[in-house]
């Protein structure tokens, strides 16, 4: 696996997993007691960590991509193992 494939597929789990870890924790302005300003929605964060975000994320995906890159080296589980229709 060439060195571009390598950070683009990383990329791919790094901006998954950043999605998945975001909900985590927040907290509205209503949930916090704090005051909201005027316009504002209800449903906006009041304690939104984008480098705690960050970090966490980079960690998971690392993880995951580590299985995944083990996986591909290793061969564990091909393509043939998600052959449902077999004859």
Do not use: E
């Given at each position: 696996?060439?060195?571009s494939s390598i950070l683009a597929i990383y990329?791919?789990?790094w901006v998954m997993t950043a999605f998945v870890v975001m909900p985590f924790g927040v907290r509205t302005h209503d949930e916090a007691g704090l005051p909201k300003i005027p316009g504002?929605?209800?449903s906006a964060p009041a304690n939104?960590?984008?480098k705690r975000v960050a970090l966490i994320t980079?960690?998971?995906s690392a993880a995951?991509?580590?299985l995944f890159y083990a996986n591909y080296v290793n061969g564990w589980i091909g393509v043939e193992a998600f052959?449902?229709?077999k004859g």
């Open positions: 696996m060439s060195l990329l791919l789990f504002q929605a209800d939104f960590r984008p980079t960690i998971l995951a991509f580590g052959d449902f229709f």
